[in-house]
């Protein structure tokens, strides 16, 4: 819950404990254990610790065997691709991030798993600079999470983001803002039930296109500016937001 609010530091104490739990009742190789594990080295991120979070999920994938129930090889990939990513390490980070949305589609195909896991895949081409796979995968993962959320009651506002965020970084507003004008829409629907990083990244994103336009520069500086401030009150938020957003919050 505390990673979910984005208390990182908070979470990391309480995670190593239930580590610690696992190890002592379950052993190093239980898949409650290596889930466990994973869930830390996720937390260890946001607080920067990257390299104690490669060495982790390094260590649950040379442990878990299969698919152990719980799904830990496809999350413990898609969690050492994101850290990847992070450290710089992005044509490693494209080959965990590749490997996670096969064992997700092995899992269940034509599931939200496989959604998340292409649009990570899409951020890790992004990062490596194939921004032609990274655009096939962010549009074919926001084919499917449109397809899916009818049924599932889930929503799409986060691949619209995502997708957005690349052709916004490609000076290509008038297919991005539709995207965003649609996420903000979906987000007011969900306050208070969704990671506080969304509303502003997309209104980071709609506030550079809308600098682009004469008539509504002066708008696009305001949305901008609350926008960071949003974002800064967030823990651990460079490293999760898309590359776009990332370079128009460092600005």
């Not at 982790?56 to 878990?64: E, K, S, T």
């Not at 034509?110 to 990570?120: K, N, W, Y």
Request: charged share 30%; with cysteine; aromatic share 4%.
């Amino acid at each position: 819950a505390r990673s979910d609010l984005r208390d990182f530091a908070g979470a990391v104490p309480l995670l190593r404990e239930v580590v610690d739990r696992f190890v002592r009742k379950q052993g190093d190789n239980h898949p409650d254990t290596l889930t466990a594990m994973s869930n830390l080295s996720y937390a260890l991120g946001g607080i920067g610790q990257s390299a104690e979070a490669e060495r982790l999920l390094r260590d649950v994938l040379a442990r878990v065997r299969g698919d152990n129930g719980q799904g830990t090889a496809a999350i413990a990939s898609e969690n050492l691709a994101g850290t990847l990513e992070r450290e710089g390490k992005f044509d490693e980070a494209v080959e965990y991030a590749r490997r996670a949305l096969e064992l997700q589609r092995k899992r269940q195909a034509d599931s939200r798993p496989v959604a998340l896991a292409q649009r990570l895949l899409a951020r890790a081409e992004e990062e490596q600079g194939d921004s032609k796979a990274a655009e096939r995968d962010y549009r074919a993962s926001l084919e499917l999470q449109k397809r899916l959320a009818p049924a599932d009651g889930s929503t799409v506002y986060e691949w619209n983001v995502a997708l957005a965020d690349l052709l916004v970084g490609e000076r290509r507003c008038d297919e991005a803002t539709p995207l965003l004008d649609a996420a903000l829409g979906e987000l007011k629907t969900e306050q208070g039930r969704v990671d506080p990083r969304w509303q502003p990244e997309a209104q980071l994103l709609r506030g550079e296109c809308m600098l682009r336009e004469p008539r509504s520069h002066d708008d696009g500086v305001a949305a901008q500016q609350s926008a960071r401030l949003a974002l800064r009150a967030l823990a651990g938020i460079e490293g999760d937001l898309y590359p776009t957003a990332r370079r128009l919050f460092a600005d």
